[in-house]
């Protein structure tokens, strides 16, 4: 496999056109969704244009497939003597060039599409300032992986010739540690088990799925409407108006009926998301793979780990699982998305994670803890208070009755419930090598970062915490900023002393 | 809350409220103000027009013109009240920043996780004759520290000194 050249310049795979024109095509639709909302304005549309408005469709969509095979044609790339190189772009040519010292990690990933027409994708990630990252949509399979070790194969050779200058001056590199252990083969680390997988899905949080079945609810009610109305002179608001003590039973069950399919939404999509989630060791380093329809391949890097992320919740905890959510350093705030998720993990798993990341044991770490003080409650509150009364003034402008004001209330109830449990959660411990910044409200979220990794702390205090001596802790991490709200300002400042005298301290770099 | 576990003794640590700061150029309050001052008269001048302007009811300019000048109010009070506030100090190890009247921010950045750092004049601020100086760190740009409102000299001391520390540590 390794006897391909690729020092010249190479398409990708054929099957790649299909998939740019696809890819681009869908993009396109998804752009102009809203011009299927034109025949609701314009009666007649299609009897008077039809023809014109097929003609001019099938002219947009074969203009489509010129400009994906221009730029199928376009896009090349080869790997020169230190480099990767990449040309690209249908008007505006552009030339990327990747130093091999600085690709930090390699994904391939694989979705539906690319799945039907058997090609995979490449992207190649680097740290740096600019976000220089590389995405080659269609390769081969089998060429995908001789391009991905060779690119690896190429970076380590960079990196031993720079350890073997560095080897003179000082000893105490992390880095040292890897050429002892290269000869390691890769190993399964961790397989998550389909019960598991159920177990995790039942756990997660039902109120994303039942909020994508309420946008698409929302979606298809708006547009029913329009149609009714249109065609029937019907006019559904009214009517339903008018009904609403006699649907109040009907409503209690579309409640009901939301609720239990978000449910099952939400179980579904974790199922199809984490399926068949892998880990394996290679080296120094973890390859996570999960998906089904979407087959995801990310790397953790142990250098490159920034903050360690553990979450559970009251169900989680019934089962025994939790869930590991891990940022590496990039050079934007880390969404949550981007962070490499390890799901339905046990407690045993867990710590021979940890353990292998960072070196010590999770079980060991002892923390001095400094928790946010009480008044933190009242910022959640106001918060909430705004959304309440922006309800309120809805409520009172349509359905002003008593069930919206029962519901309000309710709901003022839960906001009130869910800041108190959010401020008891809040708070911050630090021992010798770690920080551990806990929050939450019915889940529980840790957020463990080696204190040597951190760039920059900030005390922030808003005018009335100047007055009431509180502050807000703020701590810069390459993967995004944590806030720990309304400590004590001595203990915040202490802590700060503390953490900074480490950072200068230290002879460790934060990659 | 009790530090027992720490092989230091958090008391004794240097503490960063103890480092004499220094305060940026005095000019640079003229030029939030012009800054300012052009923003506020193109804000302002929007509702005075809809004033002359038949359609729009009267209500509305009057709104808005009563809550511009609550903002302009605020933001005038952050400015004057601020301002003395903006100070920076530097230590052994890293430098200190801190600003603002309503949110009152004091930042630490340590030398050693110093990415770069860029000496930059805005054409406003090259009439002033002032410079900015703007410290990199890894990371989202909100890492990032910006001191606005110095004069040549300093800025150019502060980076090579912020510069000569970082190479050391690099080396």
């Known amino acids: 496999m390794s006897n391909i050249d690729f020092s010249i310049p190479r398409l990708q795979s054929f099957n790649g056109i299909f998939l740019i024109f696809f890819t681009d095509l869908i993009k396109r639709v998804r752009q102009n969704i809203f011009i299927l909302a034109i025949p609701f304005f314009k009666k007649n549309l299609l009897q008077d244009y039809g023809t014109y408005i097929i003609i001019g469709l099938i002219l947009l969509v074969v203009l489509q497939f ?6 199928y044609r376009k896009f090349k790339f080869s790997i020169q003597e230190d480099a990767f190189h990449l040309d690209q772009g249908v008007i505006k040519l552009s030339h990327v060039e990747i130093p091999f010292e600085r690709i930090q990690n390699i994904n391939l990933q694989q979705n539906l599409l690319q799945r039907f027409l058997n090609v995979v994708g490449f992207e190649i990630e680097t740290a740096g300032e600019g976000t220089a990252e590389i995405k080659i949509k269609a390769l ?3 060429f995908a992986q001789s391009l991905k070790d060779k690119l690896i194969k190429e970076k380590e050779r960079r990196d031993e010739d720079e350890l073997q200058i560095l080897d003179d001056e000082s000893a105490s590199d992390s880095k040292l540690d890897e050429p002892s252990e290269r000869n390691e083969e890769p190993s399964l680390l961790f397989k998550l088990s389909f019960n598991t997988l159920l177990k995790v899905g039942i756990s997660s949080n039902l ?17 029913v409407r329009d149609f009714l109305t249109q065609i029937y002179d019907l006019n559904l608001e009214e009517d339903f108006k008018n009904r609403i003590p006699e649907t109040l039973t009907f409503i209690s069950i579309l409640i009901f009926g939301v609720i ?8 579904m999509t974790t199922v199809l998301k984490y399926y068949n989630l892998k880990i394996t060791k290679n080296q120094e380093n973890f390859e996570v793979e999960y998906g089904l329809f979407k087959r995801i391949n990310k790397v953790i890097k142990k250098v490159k780990t920034q903050i360690f992320e553990i979450r559970t919740n009251p169900i989680k905890k019934l089962f025994k699982i939790k869930s590991i959510y891990v940022s590496q350093a990039a050079s934007n705030q880390l969404s949550e998305k981007q962070k490499i998720g390890i799901v339905g993990v046990s407690k045993l798993n867990l710590d ?8 010590v044991d999770l079980s060991e770490q002892v923390y001095s803890v400094c928790k946010s003080q009480a008044r933190l409650f009242f910022r959640y509150f106001y918060q909430r208070l705004a959304i309440i009364v922006i309800l309120s003034l809805m409520a009172y402008a349509f359905y002003f009755n008593w069930v919206s004001g029962v519901g309000i209330f309710l709901l003022l109830l839960i906001f009130i419930f869910l800041s108190i449990l959010k401020v008891k959660k809040s708070s911050i411990g630090i021992n010798s090598t770690f920080i551990n910044v806990r929050s939450g409200s019915i889940e529980t979220i840790h957020k463990l970062i080696e204190i040597h990794k951190l760039q920059s702390v900030k005390l922030s205090r808003n005018i009335f915490q100047q007055y009431n001596g509180h502050a807000d802790l703020i701590l810069e991490t390459a993967s995004g900023s944590l806030n720990v709200e309304y400590l004590k300002v001595e203990e915040a400042r202490k802590i700060l002393n503390y953490l900074i005298y480490k950072v200068e301290s230290t002879n460790k770099d934060w990659i | 809350m009790n530090f027992e576990n720490l092989e230091v003794h958090i008391d004794q640590l240097p503490d960063f409220k103890s480092v004499e700061l220094n305060s940026v150029q005095k000019r640079y309050k003229k030029l939030i103000w012009i800054n300012e001052g052009l923003v506020f008269i193109l804000l302002f001048a929007l509702p005075i027009v809809a004033f002359f302007f038949e359609p729009v009811p009267i209500w509305i300019p009057i709104v808005v013109l009563a809550i511009l000048s609550f903002v302009l109010a605020l933001r005038a009070t952050e400015i004057e009240k601020g301002f003395p506030l903006r100070l920076f100090g530097i230590r052994q190890y890293d430098i200190i920043y801190q600003s603002g009247f309503f949110y009152f921010t004091e930042t630490v950045i340590p030398y050693n996780r110093i990415q770069h750092v860029e000496i930059k004049q805005g054409p406003l601020s090259r009439f002033f004759n002032l410079y900015s100086l703007r410290l990199y760190t890894a990371g989202a740009s909100s890492g990032d520290l910006i001191i606005d409102g110095l004069d040549k000299e300093t800025a150019q001391k502060l980076k ?5 520390k970082t190479t050391i540590i690099d080396e």
């Open chain 2, 160 to 164: 090579a000194k912020v510069l000569a």
């Open chain 1, 352 to 359: 021979l994670l940890f353990r292998s990341l960072f070196n």
């Open chain 1, 260 to 267: 239990f399919i978000g449910f099952f939404i939400t179980v």
């Open chain 1, 140 to 142: 081969d399979k089998d």
């Open chain 1, 66 to 71: 010129v400009f994906s095979y221009l730029s």
């Open chain 1, 207 to 223: 109120f994303k799925g039942v909020g994508l079945l309420l946008a698409f609810l929302a979606y298809a009610y708006n547009f």
